[in-house]
């Protein structure tokens, strides 16, 4: 891919500033994110079917886990196959908290009947939250300090190791998680390489500063600023992404209406067809943006962007998404999932529950509970089968970004993208040494 720059050394001395062309550099890309848009869309079926389905594959992921941890000593068993009463053994099932602020219809019909006054919450920890465990058939109430009620979500497979008592409640020794999968080995790049992530751009936005800022990024990715050197740099971005919040962002979802988000659509799509000149991009869309809001979500519409459809190197993806470049596996969303274990835990940052979500091998396990939800029958598309390289969520409140490393050796670049609007900050990514860091446009 070919962009025309301004050469500012040698040539200004020479009083010569005819624009030069510059290669972008490339790496092999390919999405693989089949299981997200091939999702079943029965909407005439049960929720149940999704849990059983997620039950059904951790069984297989969790049998090995619990050879290596507590090898054969103990037995597996359902919970209908409880007979014994203080004899240890495991117990494979999906986590359930029973929440005393959980939003719940019954409760908000009976606030309009102003019988159970309860006020607007955004977060649903209570000192009261207990476990339960449940598998196909039923359920049994887990006590013990092996595992911390606030620290876990619904929707979480496990295997515990306890016994059940004599008042019919499991007793937990210990527990064990599904862990990151093993890690296909990272590709040695020579040179440096560069992925740029950004997300909630709110384009509906008519705030002055929030479209300079768009426009000074446009400039930074098309080489049009900077010394002769720093162009050259820039060739070597070979991908963006934009992680959701295009049309609208959640900090504003009060201020912005429909007819706003309608009238942008005209900027986005030109905003995409001139980042998609310049550099390969990828565009996901968000739970405020024009999509179905149930995840996973399926790719913007094609009608959206009659003028960057016209470049190949533009594509409209799935949320969540995954795809791999130049060997390195990147999987991420647009937040929504991570945002909503915060609310359910105390989990106080981003980094911190995108750590569980590797340690629980699943992007998100409040879906369908908490999350809207395709209701999926044979398969659940958000376990995590294969560890990434590049671990991101869009629609953060600030930068962030840490290392993950697991058990077997695998190393993840964990990245928190901010959003746009409010930091005016993206996440820049060298997949030469997978070292990460925030750039400003302001």
Same mark, same amino acid.
């Given at each position: 891919?070919? @962009?025309?720059?301004?050469? &500012?050394?040698?040539?200004?001395?020479?009083?010569?500033?005819?624009?030069?062309?510059?290669?972008?550099?490339?790496?092999?890309?390919?999405?693989?994110?089949?299981?997200?848009?091939? #999702?079943?869309?029965?909407?005439?079926? !049960?929720?149940?079917?999704?849990?059983? =389905?997620?039950?059904?594959?951790?069984?297989?992921?969790?049998?090995?886990?619990?050879?290596?941890?507590?090898?054969?000593?103990?037995?597996?068993?359902?919970?209908?196959?409880?007979?014994?009463?203080?004899?240890?053994?495991?117990?494979?099932?999906?986590?359930?908290? /029973?929440?005393?602020?959980?939003?719940?219809?019954?409760?908000?019909?009976?606030?309009?009947?102003?019988?159970? +006054?309860?006020?607007?919450?955004?977060?649903? #920890?209570?000192?009261?939250?207990?476990?339960?465990? *449940?598998?196909?058939?039923?359920?049994?109430?887990?006590?013990?300090?092996?595992?911390?009620?606030?620290?876990?979500?619904?929707?979480?497979?496990?295997?515990?190791?306890?016994?059940?008592?004599?008042?019919?409640? @499991?007793?937990?020794?210990?527990?064990?998680? %599904?862990?990151?999968?093993?890690?296909?080995?990272?590709?040695? /790049?020579?040179?440096?390489?560069?992925?740029?992530?950004?997300?909630?751009?709110?384009? =509906?936005?008519?705030? %002055?500063?929030?479209?300079?800022?768009?426009?000074?990024?446009? *400039?930074?990715?098309?080489?049009?600023?900077?010394?002769?050197?720093? !162009?050259? *740099?820039? &060739?070597?971005? #070979?991908?963006?992404?934009? =992680?959701?919040?295009?049309?609208?962002?959640?900090?504003?979802?009060?201020?912005?209406?429909?007819?706003?988000?309608?009238?942008? %659509?005209?900027?986005?799509?030109?905003?995409?067809? =001139?980042?998609?000149?310049?550099? +390969?991009?990828?565009?996901?869309?968000?739970?405020?943006?024009?999509?179905?809001?149930?995840?996973?979500?399926?790719?913007?519409?094609?009608?959206?962007?009659?003028?960057?459809?016209?470049?190949?190197?533009?594509?409209?993806?799935?949320? +969540?998404?995954?795809?791999?470049?130049?060997?390195?596996?990147?999987?991420?969303?647009?937040?929504? +999932?991570?945002?909503?274990?915060?609310?359910?835990?105390?989990?106080?940052?981003?980094?911190? %529950?995108?750590?569980?979500?590797? *340690?629980?091998?699943?992007?998100?396990?409040?879906?369908?509970? &908490?999350?809207?939800?395709?209701?999926?029958?044979?398969?659940?598309?958000?376990?995590?089968?294969?560890?990434?390289?590049?671990?991101?969520?869009?629609?953060?409140?600030?930068?962030?970004?840490?290392?993950?490393?697991?058990?077997?050796?695998?190393?993840?670049?964990?990245?928190?993208?901010?959003?746009?609007?409010?930091?005016? &900050?993206?996440?820049?990514?060298?997949?030469?040494?997978?070292?990460?860091?925030?750039?400003?446009?302001?």
């Amino acid at each position: 891919m070919l @962009f025309k720059v301004a050469d &500012t050394s040698a040539a200004q001395a020479e009083g010569d500033l005819e624009p030069r062309e510059l290669e972008r550099h490339s790496l092999n890309y390919e999405d693989c994110s089949k299981r997200f848009y091939q #999702v079943s869309r029965d909407f005439t079926k !049960q929720y149940a079917h999704i849990y059983s =389905a997620r039950l059904n594959t951790f069984r297989n992921i969790l049998e090995p886990v619990i050879r290596k941890k507590w090898s054969n000593t103990y037995k597996v068993l359902k919970l209908c196959d409880l007979r014994e009463k203080d004899t240890m053994c495991v117990i494979i099932g999906t986590l359930f908290k /029973l929440q005393v602020l959980k939003p719940s219809i019954l409760k908000e019909l009976s606030d309009q009947l102003e019988i159970i +006054p309860q006020p607007a919450r955004t977060h649903f #920890v209570h000192d009261e939250d207990s476990l339960v465990l *449940e598998d196909e058939l039923q359920r049994i109430k887990l006590v013990g300090d092996c595992i911390n009620v606030h620290y876990v979500v619904t929707g979480v497979v496990c295997a515990i190791l306890g016994s059940e008592d004599e008042d019919g409640v @499991f007793s937990v020794k210990d527990v064990c998680w %599904a862990g990151c999968n093993i890690q296909k080995p990272l590709p040695q /790049l020579s040179n440096d390489r560069y992925i740029v992530i950004l997300s909630g751009l709110n384009m =509906a936005s008519k705030q %002055a500063d929030h479209l300079f800022s768009l426009n000074l990024l446009l *400039e930074w990715l098309s080489g049009i600023s900077g010394t002769s050197q720093y !162009q050259e *740099e820039l &060739t070597k971005v #070979v991908r963006v992404i934009i =992680a959701g919040g295009v049309f609208a962002n959640n900090a504003n979802e009060h201020t912005l209406n429909e007819a706003d988000v309608i009238a942008s %659509a005209e900027s986005v799509d030109a905003f995409s067809a =001139a980042i998609s000149s310049v550099a +390969p991009l990828d565009i996901m869309p968000g739970c405020k943006d024009p999509t179905g809001i149930m995840l996973p979500q399926k790719p913007f519409h094609y009608c959206l962007f009659p003028k960057a459809i016209e470049y190949k190197s533009f594509n409209r993806v799935s949320n +969540p998404y995954e795809c791999e470049i130049g060997g390195f596996s990147c999987l991420g969303s647009s937040g929504e +999932p991570i945002k909503d274990i915060m609310r359910y835990s105390k989990l106080e940052t981003s980094l911190d %529950a995108m750590k569980k979500t590797l *340690e629980w091998r699943h992007l998100a396990p409040t879906c369908p509970d &908490t999350v809207p939800s395709t209701p999926c029958i044979d398969t659940d598309p958000f376990i995590i089968y294969n560890c990434p390289a590049v671990y991101f969520s869009g629609n953060c409140t600030e930068f962030a970004t840490d290392t993950y490393k697991g058990e077997d050796g695998q190393q993840v670049r964990l990245v928190c993208v901010p959003d746009f609007c409010d930091t005016k &900050t993206v996440a820049l990514i060298n997949l030469a040494n997978l070292e990460c860091y925030s750039m400003a446009f302001s």
